[in-house]
């Protein structure tokens, strides 16, 4: 299940904004399941955010069994194809100053030769609500709870709503992670680092 739900908040990345995105993943990697299955659905409801089909079994399968309501799910708008994110993204921050910061360096430290991590990078998302750092980082095993570890450590360094991907090995991956890794910086690597995601 834990995979599932992983799989549907990463997709949703640019799609939902990142202040309620980033809390439905710590309550994913906090097993709050429960309160994730009640308040996921309505979200996509209220903001209009539709789902392709399998997006949708993605939904039904990581939270009915724990109670998010049928007839809500079923509700959600259906789409043909993801839409554009609308987002562009950058290797260097447009400010210069928060080049080298305090982030970065914390995240190497806390995730070079770690087990199960590979490829740990940074992009900048310019557009929207403005310059926003993403944290793209490949794992093997425990996406969603070094999703919750990530995102506590960027906001006990001044993040308030931290944009953590954490990206299964082998997973086809949306087109806004396709475009975020395609401008993004290598960070450090992790014990399972096998290549690099992105031509250097």
Known sequence: MSDTCHELLLRLAGRLP?????RF????????????ARALPRTLLHDRVGLTDYEQRLLADA????????????????LDELPESGYTFSPE?????????SATVVLGATLRGRLGVGEVRSSWRLGGDGPRRLVLVTASTGESRLT???QRVLRALGEHDPCVEV????????????AALAASELVCAGADADGHLVPV
Do not use: C, F, Q
Not at 18 to 22: E, H, K, N
Not at 93 to 101: E, K, N, Q, W
Not at 167 to 178: E, F, I, K, N, S
């Open 93 to 101: 921050s447009p400010d210069r100053v928060l080049m080298g910061d």
């Open 63 to 78: 939270l009915v069994p724990h109670g998010a309501d049928r007839s809500t799910i079923s509700s959600v708008k259906g």
């Open 25 to 36: 993943r710590d309550w994913a990697a906090t097993d709050a399941i429960t309160v994730l």
């Open 148 to 150: 919750g570890e990530l």
């Open 18 to 22: 990142d202040d309620v995105l980033w």
């Open 167 to 178: 990206l299964p090995a082998g997973l086809d991956l949306p087109p806004y992670h396709r």
